[in-house]
């Protein structure tokens, strides 16, 4: 096969380039999916990887594409330079219009930057039957994401109570990673 002339000077695609979108490209369909196809490509990958490299490195890399999903969201459909309550009010209402979910924020420590904060109706796992583990490694790592660019620390955030826990809530620690205790983070 010849070479295409077109990709000789081809550079690595990054997030950045593969969100750069037209809405008015799916004239019939719109911009939104339901639940069940994003659950559908997720739990796929979330499969293939845990068949492929083990469970560990499906959590990891879920963490890793959250997080850099969540710096960019928070980059660029939040606005990073608003007083914290401001911030995080925008963060819910966000969440919502994207129908991400609902965030409540259930403590909040100024002085050490630790955040308990749930959200319902998950579309990770909102519904999903009792499985005996935590599921939303994605969501851990879009929080901290997110955290992370808002306060130019690293954040370490871990889900402790999840919907396939039997739990009606996604609960979820946050930390500066350097102040991360055994309390919100012993899994």
């Not at 990054?14 to 196809?37: C, H, S, W, Y």
């Not at 879920?62 to 660029?76: D, I, P, S, V």
């Not at 954040?155 to 919100?184: H, L, N, P, Q």
Request: net charge negative; hydrophobic share 35%; proline share 2%.
């Amino acid at each position: 096969m010849s070479q295409n002339v077109f990709l000789d000077d081809k550079k690595t695609l990054t997030l950045d380039d593969f969100m750069k979108n037209n809405a008015q490209e799916r004239d019939n369909l719109g911009d939104q999916i339901p639940v069940t196809v994003y659950r559908l490509l997720e739990y796929a990958i979330r499969e293939a990887l845990e068949e492929r490299f083990g469970k560990e490195v499906q959590e990891s890399v879920f963490r890793e594409g959250g997080f850099r999903a969540g710096k960019y969201f928070a980059k660029n459909f939040l606005d990073v330079t608003l007083p914290i309550n401001e911030f995080l009010a925008q963060l819910g209402r966000e969440l919502e219009i994207l129908k991400m979910g609902v965030l409540h924020i259930e403590e909040l420590d100024r002085d050490t930057g630790r955040f308990v904060m749930t959200v319902a109706e998950d579309a990770d796992c909102s519904g999903l039957p009792v499985l005996g583990e935590t599921v939303c490694n994605y969501d851990e790592g879009f929080l901290s994401g997110v955290l992370t660019a808002y306060t130019g620390k690293a954040y370490k955030v871990r889900e402790i109570d999840c919907w396939a826990t039997g739990d009606r809530v996604c609960r979820f620690c946050a930390e500066v990673s350097e102040r991360t205790t055994r309390s919100c983070h012993g899994r």
